[in-house]
């Protein structure tokens, strides 16, 4: 670990008391670490061994009781590159960035038994929450393949979020995400809409919408809109998704299915990314299903998900990940991972002769503190 990270640590641990003093306060953190070698995606390609940071952090989280009924809470936190450099490939849009720091989370809120929770500042995507997560375990190497968000979804967002309290298993959200503004200032940014119903001993349901307004669109045919990371969601009108599971004991099984609707009229940036030419005008659509199983100190996972677009549905890109996460102990755990891709997963469903089909095998050491 740098210097840089050594001293922003301790920085945080000589502040931690004075925090203490006016609320509850934790000092965490965790280093990720992991080695993977990918086969070659193209004909005239080449297999590629990489070393990369999965996203290691350190921050401060704590609560306040203001009365009775209602508590404060906050988290800043911030992300490292403990290795010091750059994964250098493709799937760099899930690790840390290289060097130096950055800002994962900093936000403030309120929450009380009778009104719910508000949440202000940079914090957990709404819409990823609900979703996103259901399949989201400790992937070493890639996520469930998505190309809504297609060069890597980012959960982190701006945003000002109200969620409703517990009404027997039923919650309702509702949240404005910002992405700035464009070059004539109009406001660019997204509303988002979500329910989760939870029963049984480890059942739920969620449901969420996402509403991106039209002025998101037709000025700006090379933006990226914030939110969401990379994805170019300039033909995007809306994105829907549910997701649901249940745990048996030992075992579990989760799935979330995701469809964009395309806005005709929008600048054809869906087309940059799904290789086909001018605007699409189908949908996008994503499935993920996954099954674990836990035993003792080990947790075993197995994983299928797949995209494909309405006008070329017959090239349908597939993702199957096998995976095992080991925790010697409380802190430290090891992980492995297997994933095959087929042709189209590798060439975001374009029908390219040299796009081949691969395997890809990852080991990972991570410490948590």
């Known amino acids: ?24 306060a934790t000092l965490y953190g965790r280093v990720w670490l992991e080695m993977y070698n990918a086969g070659k995606t193209t004909a005239n390609g080449s297999a590629s061994t990489f070393f990369g940071d999965d996203s290691s952090n350190i921050g401060i989280k704590g609560s306040e009781k203001i009365n009775d009924n209602v508590t404060g809470y906050y988290k800043v936190e911030a992300g490292y590159n403990a290795m010091n450099g750059s994964i250098g490939n493709s799937g ?18 309120v929450k009380g038994k009778g009104f719910g929770s508000l949440t202000i500042g940079r914090q957990v ?87 991106i307004p039209k002025h998101n669109v037709g000025i700006n ?6 939110s969401l990371g990379a994805t170019r969601l300039g033909d995007a009108k809306n994105i829907a998704g549910i997701a649901a599971g249940y745990q048996f004991g030992a075992f579990g099984i989760d799935a979330n299915f995701q469809r964009l609707s395309p806005r005709a ?19 996008v659509q994503t499935l993920a299903v996954q099954g674990s199983y836990t035993a003792g100190d080990n947790y075993v996972y197995a994983q299928y998900s797949q995209a494909k677009w309405a006008a070329i549905s017959k090239k349908t890109a597939n993702r199957v990940t096998l995976g095992l996460n080991h925790h010697f102990s409380k802190q430290f755990s090891s992980s492995g991972e297997l994933q095959l891709n087929n042709r189209y997963a590798n060439s975001e469903l374009v029908d390219s002769a040299n796009a081949k089909a691969n395997a890809v095998i990852a080991v990972g050491m991570r410490y948590n503190f």
């Open 221 to 226: 045919s090379g933006w990226y809109l914030s």
């Open 92 to 109: 760099s849009a899930y690790h840390t960035p290289s060097p130096g720091f950055y800002t994962r989370f900093g936000y403030l809120g």
């Open 125 to 211: 995507d709404y819409y990823y929450s609900l979703i996103e997560d259901a399949t989201y375990v400790t992937n070493v190497v890639y996520a469930p393949i998505n190309p809504i968000n297609a060069n890597g979804y980012t959960y982190r967002v701006d945003a000002i979020n109200y969620l409703s309290p517990d009404m027997n298993g039923l919650q309702i959200g509702l949240a404005y995400v910002g992405a700035g503004t464009d070059s004539k200032g109009q406001q660019q940014g997204m509303i988002q809409v979500g329910a989760k119903y939870a029963f049984g001993s480890g059942g739920y349901v969620n449901a969420a919408f996402m509403s």
């Open 1 to 24: 670990m740098n210097k840089t990270v050594i001293a922003t640590a301790l920085g945080l641990v000589a502040i931690a008391p004075a925090v203490t003093q006016a609320a509850e």
């Open 265 to 283: 009229d929008g600048p054809s940036q869906l087309g940059s990314v799904t290789g086909t030419a001018g605007s699409v005008t189908s949908s």
